[in-house]
């Protein structure tokens, strides 16, 4: 199939997108990588009046570090910060969820930008940077706001944008260097979406975990913190009861439905398994 009829415009900076924006009101999407924008719009399952191509917007690809930010523009590619000594040097959680994600065409035109913006539930990004504490800058012709990112996944491939909006870029603290990280997913196929992922980070002071977090994906309408199991895990010797007890919460946490790949009985089991494997690997990288 192929899309509706639809206007074109290519702006030449983020002023002119922005305008664009507020000018279709709620009739327009924005194009990145369009790799779920466009199969959508050729399944007719999306039909914008208007589509905005942002690919000539000077800036909006940048990787940089701010302070104690990890700054990553909206339009920077999946294979860039694969591939990014500053995305692996702070925010190693990043670099390994890359191992899972898509396959290389796609992440050679996908965005970071567009990926958190469609908000699919069983993608990594998002849960990365909700373990991560990230925050979403988004912009619209009428001014800024920043947005965390437990706050920016609002639902089923919703998320916190209001129309006129877009995001330009996402800031994630630094990792202190003493923080051990891992990513853990189960999908179908290599590259496929998650039937169940685990993404955690911990900080260790002489055994202790002073530091926890843990978010899952492919379990709920968005990614999620699993506050209970961080709370479990926190100033207690990390020792592999302790793990194992974490696992177990886990698996009772979440609250999966069912599909055509797993029921949820296996999908509760994946995110015991995973969170075991997460936490000790996360543990074996505490310095």
Known sequence: MKPAAFEYVRPGSLNEALQALSRHAGNAKILAGGQSLVPMMNLRML?????????????????????????????????????SPIVAKHCPLMREAYRYVAHKPIRNRGTLGGNISHADPASEMPAVLVATDATIVVKSAKGERKIAAANFFIGLMQTALQTGEMVTEIRIPIAPANQGWA???????????????????????????????VAVAGMSDRATRLSALEALLERKPLDDDLIMRAAVLAKSSVKPDSSYHADVDFKRDLAEALTERALKNARARCK
Do not use: Y
């Open 47 to 83: 039909h914008p009046a208007v589509i905005i191509d942002i690919n000539r917007v000077p800036g909006l690809d940048a990787i940089r570090t701010d302070g104690d930010a990890l700054v990553v523009g909206a339009l920077a590619r999946h294979s860039t910060l694969r591939d």
């Open 183 to 213: 990513f853990e997913e189960a999908a179908n196929r290599k590259g496929d979406f998650a039937m169940a992922a685990i993404g955690a980070t911990l900080t260790l002071t002489g055994g202790v975990c002073s530091q926890a977090a």
